[in-house]
């Protein structure tokens, strides 16, 4: 079982923080102001740092401008294996039977729920009227016979 590594102390958090603002090279204890603007030709790109491995380079590391220049290379696809070319009917079939209990489903949901409407409508209409009926001499004066 793994053992809980104990809290660090902020003194010794600080010292962490302190050490890595070190390592980038930061010496000012000032945050950047909001003026401040970056150069985009500053920012260094994962394909600047990393070497390119031997043989052609992928066509996502092309320089953008050469990107954009050259027609995009078709998309093999890939040979269909006997073992899905077996699979794919099935899963189609099956699919179509989801699609068809889904449905069945949904129609006796519906079934089933006008069945309980016509059970408590006549309750819900007996309660409404006879509320309706116990204000009706609050909402209409009495008649003078």
């Known amino acids: 079982m793994d053992t809980p590594k104990p809290p660090q102390k902020p003194a010794q958090l600080l010292h962490d923080l302190e ?11 000032e945050p950047p102001l909001l003026i401040d603007s970056l150069d985009p030709d500053s920012i260094p790109v994962l394909s600047d740092i990393v070497s390119a491995p031997p043989g052609p380079p992928p066509p996502f590391n092309v320089a953008p401008a050469a990107r ?22 099935r899963l189609h079939d099956s ?8 449905g069945e489903l949904r ?6 729920l006008q069945d309980v409407i ?25 008649r003078k016979s």
């Open 19 to 29: 050490s890595i603002r070190e390592l980038l090279g930061d010496d000012s204890h």
């Open 68 to 89: 954009h220049a050259s027609a995009p290379a078709p998309i093999s696809q890939p040979t269909p294996s006997p073992v899905r070319a077996n699979l794919q009917p």
């Open 95 to 102: 699919t179509r039977e989801l699609q068809q209990l889904d």
């Open 107 to 112: 129609a006796a949901a519906q079934l089933i």
């Open 118 to 142: 016509d059970d408590f409508v006549p309750q819900i209409e007996a309660e409404l009227k006879r509320r309706l009926e116990a204000r009706l001499p609050r909402l209409l004066p009495p």
